[in-house]
């Protein structure tokens, strides 16, 4: 009897972190594999600091610019500040720690927290459902299209481990992690807001629970305190407006941040209409195949929202899924950033994890290896032969 619970427990062990890694460590392997390849003369390092990792790059090395920044004809521009400071900070920690070069710390710590977000992301999948379908989340997570950014020294990586984390300590009721891993998002990327209102979420229901266990007379176990999840809460929503105050007060007005992405990027919160302007023209007269896959995924991502919302995933998750949804797809911009900025959308996952879950192990590895061969090549294309950012 003990030698079977002793087995049992190693291979819960393996499933909470060497299998997630195994399937994180080929991946990446794959995907660089797939990078050399189709690299001018095989050059990777160049292509993984390529676009805002140049930004991230420059800001460990150099700081926060002070104000606006302008072209020679003296149009506003976009800068630094734009970039949520969780990244470029620990980079910079990492950089001055070791001695590595930036570029090479940059890349570094997107690998690492890539590593952590995958053990992170099947934990949280297998204590919603079961260990099957914590493996095939993570192996989703790990092989969609623009999983390429995981590789990248870019934020997506860091931002996923944070987020993971921080509903795994949720659904846990580990409150000071929980909240600690949601502000640790909000101050990485702008759709930590989404994640914090999740988290909200959670605790509303953590506290809703613990009131009527205290109104039970025969709820065993004792009311958890109310003050925990709400003080995880409020540090994770605290996030946010944070950095953009900073910013604000930085350059001298409020309004600083949302004007640099404009000038820099066009992310203009609109409501959704350029998105649908241009899924609407890639399907009637797109005359490029990446225009076109574009469209698919994006109407593709909608689909998959509104399924998981039909299985009722957890409702934390659904709320920091749809908000961050809306968030990219409300939002201006080029429309070939749309797949990467959709990587830490995590309940679009969730259906195709709990099918493949449910199926049979052969079939879900002959689907699971497709989707792998397709995604691991798209993303590798679009940072290699495709000439614009992602």
């Known amino acids: 009897m003990a030698t079977v619970i002793e087995v049992a427990r190693r291979r819960g062990t393996q499933i909470q972190w060497a299998l997630p890694l195994a ?14 390849w189709m690299a001018d003369n095989g050059e990777v390092r160049s292509r993984l600091l390529a676009w805002d990792g ?3 790059v420059r800001l460990a090395e150099e700081g926060y610019p002070t104000g606006y920044s302008y072209t020679t004809e003296g149009a506003l521009t976009g800068n630094g500040l ?19 070069e930036v570029g090479t710390a940059a890349i570094t710590v997107a690998w690492i927290a890539g590593a952590f977000a995958a053990v992170l992301l099947c934990a949280l999948g297998t204590r919603l459902y079961d260990e099957r379908v914590g493996v095939a989340l993570t192996a989703l997570f790990c092989t969609q299209p623009m999983s390429m950014a995981l590789s990248m020294a870019y934020s997506e990586a860091l931002f996923v481990a944070m987020v993971a984390g921080m509903f795994l300590f949720a659904h846990r009721g580990d409150w000071l992690l929980a909240g600690v891993f949601g502000l640790g998002a909000a101050l990485t990327r702008p759709t930590g807001a989404a994640a914090a209102l999740g988290l909200a979420v959670a605790a509303a229901m953590a506290v809703h629970q613990s009131r009527r266990a205290a ?3 025969d709820e065993s176990d004792p009311p958890k305190p109310i003050w925990q999840p709400i003080a995880a809460a409020a540090l994770a ?10 910013v604000g007060l930085r350059v001298g007005d409020l309004g600083a941040w949302f004007d640099i992405q404009t000038a820099g990027w066009g992310t203009t919160f609109d409501y959704g209409r350029s998105t649908f302007e241009f899924v609407r023209t890639a399907l009637r007269t ?12 994006v109407i593709g991502v909608v689909v998959l929202a509104a399924v998981a919302v039909a299985k009722k995933v957890w409702i934390p998750l659904q709320v920091y899924g749809l908000i961050a949804l809306v968030m990219v797809l409300g939002q201006g911009g080029y429309y070939h950033s749309k797949p990467r900025l959709l990587v830490p959308v995590l309940l679009i996952l969730v259906p195709p994890a709990i099918a493949l879950g449910r199926a049979k192990p052969r079939t879900a590895a002959l689907v699971l290896s497709g989707c792998a061969a397709f995604g691991l090549w ?3 294309y679009l940072i290699t032969v495709w000439h614009y950012a992602i």
Do not use: C, E, K, N
């Open 23 to 36: 399937v994180y460590a080929l991946s990446r392997l794959l995907q660089l594999t797939f990078v050399w």
């Open 54 to 56: 140049g930004h991230f």
């Open 82 to 100: 734009a970039f949520f400071p969780g990244y470029p900070m620990l980079v910079r920690i990492v950089h001055l720690a070791t001695g590595l």
């Open 215 to 217: 109104r039970d007379p």
């Open 237 to 246: 929503l605290a996030g946010v407006p944070g950095y953009l105050l900073w």
């Open 286 to 297: 797109g005359d490029g195949w990446i225009q076109v896959s574009i469209a698919w995924m």
């Open 378 to 380: 798209y993303g590798s």
